[in-house]
């Protein structure tokens, strides 16, 4: 493995040269806060240019001779990037790319890796899921949360609408379950083709289906469960525009705020009760019923 350290904006030149010595990873360190209204939200609130990063980074290499050799061109590129050759243990290498590609437990589902897939023994539901399918994985905190909700609550006759539905992971929870409709929808359509990627690869009854829409312009039918993924600003922004998507009694799980956002996502939904509140690593996830 290789540290790579250098404070100008170097970033593209050194993944140009690195580019040439195959490397089989690259972790980028650096330490770049995520804009307000979080990364997935590409209209609210407008999002400023991050401020300049410097480049910090581990990549690693199939064996010790590109890497050394990638330390040389990178050394007569750019004399002033701070470089370090690490050796890293193979059992070390595999373990801390592998680490995230693991199946997650979360409430009564698993959600696996094709290749992590755990021995079907009827305690929980797996959904499959390709890490590389964008947000919903199951490794961040706010889906886990929601699918711990979901769990909880009887959707057997329910429709059900999945807000920002990502890798379709929510939605394919509900479907499993047995809601009667489920209708994940997405403003992005590549998270959309990721969904009905994802949906190919579970067995799933034909009572799901996704769309691309923004659910702000475009209204989609009100439901019994609404399950939205969010960020606080824009569950604040769009309280509203949600809250006329639940149905008289229905139910909302909420997710993708913190602490500090907490009480203001409650008070934009004051129609609603709190039923339930969970937290994961400062992020936080509610269950609401409109009263
Ligand atoms: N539901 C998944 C993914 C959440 S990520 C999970 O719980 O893991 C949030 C998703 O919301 C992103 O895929 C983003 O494209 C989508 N999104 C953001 N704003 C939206 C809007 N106004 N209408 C529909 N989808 C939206």
Redesign the pocket.
């Known amino acids: 493995m290789l540290r790579a350290t250098v404070v100008d904006d170097s970033e593209e030149l050194v993944s140009s040269v690195i580019a040439d010595f195959s490397p089989v990873a690259i972790h980028d360190l650096a330490d770049r806060p995520l804009p307000p209204g979080g990364l ?5 609130p407008p999002i400023p240019d991050p401020p300049p990063t410097p480049l910090h980074w581990n990549v690693c290499f199939s064996d010790a001779g590109e890497r050394d050799r990638a330390a040389e061109a990178l050394r007569a590129w750019l004399p002033h990037l701070s470089i370090e050759a690490v050796d890293l243990p193979d059992e070390d290498w595999a373990a801390r790319s592998q680490a995230s590609l693991t199946a997650v437990h979360a409430g009564r589902f698993i959600i696996a890796p094709p290749w992590d897939l755990p021995p079907d023994d009827g305690a929980a539901t797996v959904i499959v899921i390709e890490p590389s399918m ?5 490794h ?1 905190a ?2 886990r949360m ?1 699918l711990r909700l979901l769990s909880e609550i009887d959707v057997a006759d329910a429709t059900v609408l ?10 394919m929870a509900a479907a499993l379950m047995g809601a009667r409709s489920v209708i ?5 359509q590549d ?1 959309i083709d990721s969904a009905e990627a994802s949906a190919r690869m579970n067995t799933l009854p034909d009572t799901i289906a996704f769309q691309v ?4 312009n475009d209204p989609p039918t009100p439901a019994d469960l609404v ?1 939205a ?3 606080g600003g ?1 569950l604040t922004s ?1 309280a509203a525009a949600i809250a006329a998507l639940v149905r008289p009694h229905g139910r909302l799980i909420l ?2 705020f913190d602490h500090t956002e907490v009480d203001r996502v409650i008070a934009a939904f004051d129609r609603f009760m709190e039923r339930q509140r969970l937290s994961e690593d400062n992020w936080l996830a509610l269950h609401l019923q409109a009263r």
């Open positions: 997935w939200d590409p209209t609210y964008g947000f919903g994985t199951g961040h706010t889906t929601c999945d807000l920002g539905t990502g890798s379709g992971v929510l939605s994940g929808i997405d403003i992005d998270a829409l923004d659910f702000r399950l993924n969010l960020t824009m769009s997710s993708g």
